[in-house]
Structures are given as structure tokens and as C-alpha cells.
């Protein structure tokens, strides 16, 4: 084999015969083994295999440099024996046997041909690096060798992973470890600290300058993202670093040349500091560096469900990233590790990183599963796609029309999948080919691909997306910075884009052109981000998939009646949006009539105390006129009235003493002897009001209308016969005393009823009253002259024995013209 030794050289014998005999392989090797590039080229020879060999990088850069490494092995050119391809170049030739290529590529090479015909072995390079794309290869690749290919070989490699959960969904395939070159690496962290640490550009460019003083070699230094290199690089700058040392960003989107002076070898006398991102993590050997310092920090895309929007946030690495950034100090010598964070942070960092599937937007994902054939249950994952944000994806693919109602794809869909980008952008040049709009729709897809091409001189950029298609023209836009890297990669993905655009067939040409086609495409490719100005309000916006959106404060497109959002993050009340277009709404009529709906909607009107039956045309969740229905539906008035009483109370009916009484009395008896009794208190009568209230409400709308109800007819309506005939006999409204005055009893003042006299009326009354069959006593409010309670008792027997001769001393004085006699019991009453 050409090229030195390298550590993975030693178990190159067992796993060329685990994949001959078995088929498939999991190698576990660590960061400078050789695996990326010795594995591929000892498989030339081997027998069986005799056809292409595909290996699949996470990353553009990786891709490129392991196969320029490769030819180099073999004293060849790339795109000899070894090549590659990526979204962005293609170097292969007729003869090329390695093909180093990106994940999406074998995606697409699976549905055009799902054998694979010629292909004798995938090889699943940095698998640990879990992202989407190649979660979804392995488990196609897994299915196509069931079904279709049994001879087609498949290995996986990586450094971090956790091994055995792969071999299981490979069929126990044998796991092969390479023990790798171990050169000692001396890990430091932060010390803890009780005072505010300084922000992480600034730690990092502290560290790295003192990192040149006290060490020798180059340093690889990790940030997060672009942002945070540019940053870290100017404060480099502005220090006295030492002689002869170059300061080189190293980012994925960063020109090819600047990519390969990060990672060629320094000039003799030179040292380097690269700044990079996760891109040189795996798969990159850049020589000559032997001190890691690690932020601990990387920029991740999250899908937010509950918006439908995938942002990228700046999250903690897991230990596993931090131990393969380690490896990269020590590839060639004994190296050095400084983490930015302290021993106990690492502790409360994640073990593995959490697989793309889990949080990622899976339209992408349900398209290419619909094309295939499969659902998600018929195929071998490590972590099965989430189903909640499934279902949602699909409902999207539906809006998009790339999927039928039974989630299949339809002819439009399959179109789709064939462009190689996100089916919304892949919805949107479709659409412009049948408008006639490819070359904006091709240029707008770019756009959106690649980070924004405008940069504000005086703050942030406006949000216009015209004024990046100006500048993608080579205009110059007032207090506007372009970048040329980012409109250099527009243009040229607009130019592929639009190659592939041509080879696709499609609906019919529209002969209407829209008055706003730029908006229209988008609007097209995002139907949940159109948004209509709400009411007295400049730049805040009601978007048609239910949220909110603000624009900038001074934004030219803040006095738009309508507007599509094509890039926002989700923010708790309203999205801030990044990228927006102008829309017209005679497109919007035109050109997507299919996506408004008429919804009868009868609701409650706290503010006017009435039912509102509106007929609202939507344009998804945004309402964009309303009309009264003439004849709305009686039911749906009568439960939105319901609803109104609800909210306003028990109080809003009109009560009258009679009913109060009525509902007083009955709730005695149910508390007393139960069923059949019914339970008329405040909160069942508001819990079961559409039974006993709601057919007593036709032809009402309004809180005035109730004035008319009869409440104590309704109530007495609740009970059943006999019940009615019964209520005066258990629970009377009076007592009648034995000189014939008539009482009210008072079931209001709580669980016992209570009648309240005044005493002279009581005379001859031996014994309390008793209701409901005798079960209760009611409480007797013996009143004096003067209508003041001089007794409250349950035992009106004791009373006249034991309290009313005190009573009588005590008043009798007092009231000297009413009587008090000797004996009550006998005496006859009197009302004056």
C-alpha cells in the first residue's frame, strides 16, 4: 500500500475478511489512525471487490481533502482513480473507483437507481457525526441490500461512536477496533472562578496569545461560527504576536483556496493559528499542529415544532466532540489541550451529540422516504424520526402539493426530489419555471441557501430581499456592504440550479405573469409565512400560519400591506424577521385562489355582550375579510351564547327571588335525601348548562335577550314528577305557627333552614319544626320585641324550660305592653 504505515494498517486483514464473508463492518479507529484514507485504498485489490466505491463525508471540505489525499498516494490527479463530488464540484471520471462524496449525493443516487448497480461498497465515513442525511443513507442502503442487493457491501467508521447499537441494526455486524497512534496530549481547563469570566472571543484571544508565548507548533483553535472567528482574528491582529506566525480561518463556505492554506503545512520558520468551526473536528489532518484550544462551543440548525421554523443556535459540544477535537493535538506528537470551560462544567455536558433526526426539520426527510416507497417502521434506525414533527413535515409536503392525502408522492413531488435542495426552495423553482420566472426563482433559491449576502454599514441589514438580487447583479446598494465569497457561490449554485431546473418537465407555462413575482415565488414556497399588516400598526404582521412577525425599526418595507417571510426566528410573541418580499394581493388572488378557504366561524363577543356569526375567507389561519351570515346555524348560536354566559356568570340571568328560593330548597333536599333530588348549586348549574338551560335559549343572541327567561319555571322544569308535587311538603316555603301566622323559612343562611319569629308568635310551639320527613330540625331565630335574635336553638322544648324565664326577666321590664307569661306552652300567641 502506498504511503507510510499507519495504525490502522493492523486490522485491515480482519475487517477486509468481516466484509467479505459478512458484508458488513463497524470500525471503530481514533482521531490519525488512517481510516479515512487508508481503508478505501486497500480495497482496491481485493477480489471481490472489483466495482465503485462510494464514502460518504459529512463535510464538503473533508470530502475534497480526503480524495486530493488519496491521488496523491497513487502518484494520480484527482478524478483518476480516486474523486469526488459535493453539491458544488464534481471531479470524477469514467474510471474513477473511490468516489468521496457528500450525503445528500448517495441520497439521490438510491432513487435514481436503489441497487446501485456497479457499487460494491458504501462506506460510511465520521459516522458519529449523526446527521440526518446519513442516518436516512445507512437505513436506505440497509433496505436495498435486503431487497434488492444482497452482495452490496456497507461499513461504517468512526472515532466516537458508540459502536454496538450500529452493528445491531446492521445485523450484529462485527465491530473492529483500531487502537491508533497515541501520542500523549496534556489536557487543561479553565480553573473555577468566582468572577465573571470575560466574554468567549476575548478568553479565546487571550489564551491564544499566551499560547504562542509558552508553546511551540501550530494551534488549532474551535469557535462556533464564522462570526465568532472574524472576531477572534481581529483581536489577534491587534496584539504583538510573535514572528513568523500567519492567523488563517478555516469554515466550510470559506474559498477553496483559503481552505487549502489552512490546512497545507506551514513554510519552514512558520507557525499557524487556524480559527475554525466543527469543519476540522474529523477527517482533516492540517499538519504541524500540536496545541488545541477549544471553546466548547458550536452553531447547530434546531427545528422549533411549535413554529415551524429551524434556527441555528450556538450550543455546548458533547464530550465526545471535545475528546475528537483533542485527538487533533496530537495526530503527529505529543500535544497540548486547552478547554475553555472548567471540570465541572464537563461534567454537566452530554455525552454524544444529539442526533440531527431528533431535532432537525424532517421535510426533507418524508419526501425522500415518500419516493422510496417505505414507511418509516419498514426501515432500521438508530433513532426513528420523531412521529409528531413526521406528521408535521408531511402537512407541509401537502401544503407544497408533493404529497397526496394517503403520503404519496405525486408526480410534482417526485419532480421535486429530483432538484437536490429543500422542497420548499425546490417548490419555488418549479413554480417559477411554470410562471416563467426560472432565472429569479433559481437566483432566489440560491439565495436562501447561503448566509445573507448584505451586511449593514450602520447596523443591520435591511430585510428586503430585492435589494440582494441588486446586489447580486453587481449594484451597489446604499449603506450596504456585499459579500463577494457569498454572492460568488449564489451565482454559481444559481447557474447548476438553473441546469437542473431545464432537465425537469413540469405544469403547463401560466400565461398570466404576476405583478410581484418575486413575493409570488415565495409566498409559493412558504404559504405559512404570508403576512397581512395588522390594523393600526406599521411592521407588525399576522402571518398565515398563525404567529406574529415584527420588522426592524426604519425597515422600507414596514408600511407593505402584505409581505412573506422567507427567514425569521421564532421569538416568544413575535418573530423578528431576517428576509421578507412585498406581495401583491391580485397574485395572491390569482395565482394561489386554491389556498384561501370560507370558514363559518359563530363566536362570543365579551366586549358586545352578543353572538357574532361571521363568514371569514382565510388564507390559512389569517383572516382576510369577514362578512355577517345571514342565516347561521341555530345550534352554534345557541353554544356560543352558552359560552358567553359562562364567562360572564350565573349572575348575568335573571334571578328573581322566587327562583333564588326555588333553587335554595332543592339543593336542602339533594344535600338531605340525595337522588332522585338534582344538584341545582351555582357550579352545577354552570357545568350542565346546555341541559337545563340551553333549550330554553332559541332565538336568542345576547346577554339583553336573557331578561325574558323564566329561570323559576326552568328550574322547576329540572324536576321530575313527583317531585314537584313533593317540594312544599319536604321543604315548604313557610311554617304556619299555631296562632296561624305564616313564617318563611330561610334555606339560604346554610345547611339547616332557618325560621326566625319573634317570640311572642312562638307561644303554644312545644316542639322545633321538622323538614324533610322529620330528618332535619330547623334553626329557630327567637326574635325580641325589637325584631333582635334573644335565641338561636334547634330545641325549642329546652328553650321554654331552661332559657325563656331568663328571657322574660330580662325584657319584660323592657317591652312592659307585650305579654310574657307565665307558662308559654299554654299561653295563646300574639302578634301585637
Known sequence: MPGPAQPVDSVLPPLLKALEQGGTAVLQAPPGAGKTTRVPLALLGVPWCRGRILMLQPRRLAARGAAVFMASQLCEPVGQTVGYQTRLERRLGPDTRIQVITEGILTRRLQQDPGLEGVD??????????????????????????????????????????????????????????????????????????????????????????????ETGSVLAFLPGQREIQRVAQGLEAR???????????????????????????????????????????????????????????????????????????????????????GRAGRLEPGVSLRLWTQGDEQAMPAQRVPEILEADLAPLALELACWGADPQELAWLDAPPIGALAQARTLLQALGALDTSHRPTDHGRRMATLGVHPRLAHLLLSGKRL??????????????????????????????????????????????????????????????????????????????????????????????????????????????????????????????????????????EARVFLAARLAREDLEHHLAERFTLCERITWDAKAGAVLAQRERMLGSLPVSTTIVDQPDPEAIRAALLQGIRQAGLDTLPWTPQAEALCQRVRFLHRTLGNPWPDLSREALLEDMEGWLGPWLTGMSRLSHLARLDLHAILMARLEWPLPRDLDHLAPTHWTLPGGARVRLDYGQGEVPVLAARLQLLFGLTETPRLARGRVPVMVHVLSPAQRPVQITQDLAGFWERTYPEVKKDLKGRYPKHAWPEDPLTAPPRRR
Open 436 to 573: 416563467g420566472q426560472e432565472p429569479a426563482a433559481c437566483q432566489l433559491a440560491a439565495l436562501l441557501e447561503e448566509p445573507d449576502l448584505l451586511m449593514g454599514l450602520d447596523g443591520p441589514a435591511q430585510v428586503d430581499i430585492h435589494l440582494r438580487l441588486e446586489a447580486l447583479e453587481g449594484r451597489e446598494i446604499p449603506g450596504h456592504r456585499a459579500n463577494k465569497g457569498v454572492r460568488h457561490r449564489v451565482r454559481e449554485q444559481s447557474r447548476r440550479l438553473a441546469e437542473r431546473l431545464s432537465r425537469t418537465q413540469g405544469k403547463p407555462a401560466c400565461d398570466t405573469q404576476p405583478r410581484e413575482p418575486v413575493g409570488l415565488l415565495l409566498a409559493m414556497a412558504y404559504p405559512d409565512r404570508i403576512g397581512l399588516r395588522r390594523e393600526g400598526a406599521q411592521a407588525r404582521y399576522r402571518l398565515s400560519g398563525g404567529r406574529g412577525a415584527a420588522l426592524p425599526a426604519q425597515e422600507s418595507l414596514g408600511g407593505q400591506e402584505w409581505i412573506v417571510v422567507p427567514s425569521l426566528d421564532a421569538g416568544q410573541r
Open 240 to 326: 504583538d504576536l510573535p514572528a513568523g506566525v500567519r492567523v488563517l480561518p478555516l469554515y466550510g463556505r470559506l474559498p477553496v483556496e483559503a481552505q487549502q492554506q489552512a490546512v497545507a503545512p506551514a513554510s519552514p520558520g512558520e507557525r499557524k493559528v487556524v480559527l475554525t468551526t466543527d469543519v476540522a473536528e474529523t477527517s482533516l489532518t492540517i499538519e504541524g499542529v500540536r496545541v488545541v484550544v477549544d471553546s466548547g462551543l458550536a452553531r447547530k440548525p434546531r427545528f422549533d415544532p411549535a413554529s415551524g421554523m429551524t434556527r441555528l443556535e450556538t450550543q455546548r459540544i458533547s464530550r465526545a466532540s471535545a475528546t475528537q477535537r483533542t
Open 121 to 214: 461498497l458504501v462506506i460510511f465515513d465520521e459516522f458519529h457525526e449523526r446527521s440526518l442525511i446519513s442516518d436516512l443513507g445507512l437505513a436506505l442502503c440497509l433496505q436495498a441490500r435486503e431487497l434488492l442487493r444482497e452482495d452490496l457491501r456497507l461499513l461504517v467508521m468512526s472515532a466516537t461512536l458508540d459502536a454496538e447499537p450500529v452493528a445491531r441494526i446492521m445485523g450484529d455486524a462485527p465491530v473492529i477496533t483500531s487502537e491508533g497512534r497515541h501520542h500523549p496530549v496534556e489536557i487543561h481547563h479553565l480553573p473555577p472562578s468566582r468572577s465573571p469570566r470575560p466574554d468567549m472571543e476575548s478568553l479565546m484571544v487571550n489564551t491564544l496569545h499566551r499560547v504562542l508565548q509558552e
